[in-house]
Nanobody
Framework: QVQVVESGGGLVQAGGSLRLSCEAT????????MGWYRQAPGKQRELAAA???????NYADSVKGRFTISRDNAKNTMYLEMNSLKPEDTAVYYC??????????????WGQGTQVTVSS
């Protein structure tokens, strides 16, 4: 049993900043890859940013240079610093954690999502 919980969403004006957090708890060995997905109404869920356990990162072109993903492995926590926010960043942001729950078993766990709304 693994629980993934996001926090930090809210309402911000265009050009502002927001910091999201994602914490995994429960019974597991380690978290491998983690990522932040986002989904707006009527649109496909997309990967905004991802990070490996070792700290290698990838960003969607739409957020590159504005968002920074990081993680604290000791705390099983991932962060997303969002700067220079745009209205098109408005979405529900979901944390995904690829978690080693057994010796050879990795499962993806999802958070419940946190709403980010950017006003113009």
């Amino acid at each position: 049993q693994v629980q993934v919980v996001e926090s930090g969403g809210g309402l911000v004006q265009a050009g502002g900043s927001l910091r999201l957090s994602c914490e995994a708890t429960g019974k597991f060995f380690v978290i491998n890859d983690m990522g932040w997905y986002r989904q707006a109404p009527g649109k496909q869920r997309e990967l905004a940013a991802a990070i490996t356990r070792g700290g290698s990162t990838n960003y969607a072109d739409s957020v590159k240079g504005r968002f920074t993903i990081s993680r604290d492995n000791a705390k099983n926590t991932m962060y997303l610093e969002m700067n220079s926010l745009k209205p098109e960043d408005t979405a529900v942001y979901y944390c995904a954690a690829d978690t080693l729950v057994a010796f050879t078993t990795t499962r993806r766990y999802w958070g419940q999502g946190t709403q980010v709304t950017v006003s113009s």
